[in-house]
T-cell receptor
Framework: GQSLEQPSEVTAVEGAIVQINCTYQTSGFYGLSWYQQHDGGAPTFLSYNALDGLEETGRFSSFLSRSDSYGYLLLQELQMKDSASYFCAPQTGGFKTIFGAGTRLFVKA | NAGVMQNPRHLVRRRGQEARLRCSPMKGHSHVYWYRQLPEEGLKFMVYLQKENIIDESGMPKERFSAEFPKEGPSILRIQQVVRGDSAAYFC??????????????FGPGTRLTVL
């Protein structure tokens, strides 16, 4: 079967660093994407890891370990506007992308 | 380059009516995906289409739901005889050909369907 686990909620303060973990179990795996979604808005793409290691894009970094079926999204220098839901999304066999329930990030002043 | 367009943005239907949701992918994108999202929940995959082909419809309910992506025109998600449980946000996403190597999907603004 297929499963996806990430924390339901995370709270952090402005300027801090937060890590959102994701473990997955899929039939076939090509890579792991991360998306951000603000309340009432559409998901927007943040990053994609096809290979093991860290990908950095500005304040956001994403990590993948294929052998552990594990990845994380790292957000640095948190800002209030980072309050949103974050979805890890493994790309499975047949190029179907699976989205979980997401992690709601609350950034406090 | 216009983004993914969906219309209508809001749709109200009474139980038993039909709902038609439209999605125009980004220019140059040949892959379209439909997702359903209930309040406070994640995105649930429904169907993956390429032009004139349904690639994966494993997330589509067996009855009342259908999708198409014709050679010309937008992709259509059709829900027949809607019920209250169909009320949700329906997002369409598109992506370029797989040769790009990155699984990046571009989402439309969604259609909020309310069934009375």
């Amino acid at each position: 079967g297929q499963s996806l686990e990430q924390p339901s909620e995370v709270t952090a303060v402005e300027g801090a660093i937060v890590q959102i973990n994701c473990t997955y179990q899929t039939s076939g795996f090509y890579g792991l994407s991360w998306y951000q979604q603000h309340d009432g808005g559409a998901p927007t793409f943040l990053s994609y890891n096809a290979l093991d290691g860290l990908e950095e894009t500005g304040r956001f970094s994403s990590f993948l370990s294929r052998s552990d079926s594990y990845g994380y999204l790292l957000l640095q220098e948190l800002q209030m506007k980072d309050s949103a839901s974050y979805f890890c999304a493994p790309q499975t066999g047949g190029f179907k992308t699976i989205f979980g329930a997401g992690t709601r990030l609350f950034v406090k002043a | 380059n216009a983004g993914v367009m969906q219309n209508p943005r809001h749709l109200v239907r009474r139980r038993g009516q039909e709902a038609r949701l439209r999605c125009s992918p980004m220019k140059g994108h040949s892959h379209v995906y439909w997702y359903r999202q209930l309040p406070e929940e994640g995105l649930k995959f429904m169907v993956y289409l390429q032009k004139e082909n349904i690639i994966d419809e494993s997330g589509m309910p067996k009855e009342r739901f259908s999708a198409e992506f014709p050679k010309e025109g937008p992709s259509i998600l059709r829900i027949q005889q809607v019920v209250r449980g169909d009320s949700a946000a329906y997002f369409c996403a598109s992506s370029p050909p797989r040769s790009s190597g990155v699984d990046e999907q571009f989402f439309g603004p969604g259609t909020r369907l309310t069934v009375l």
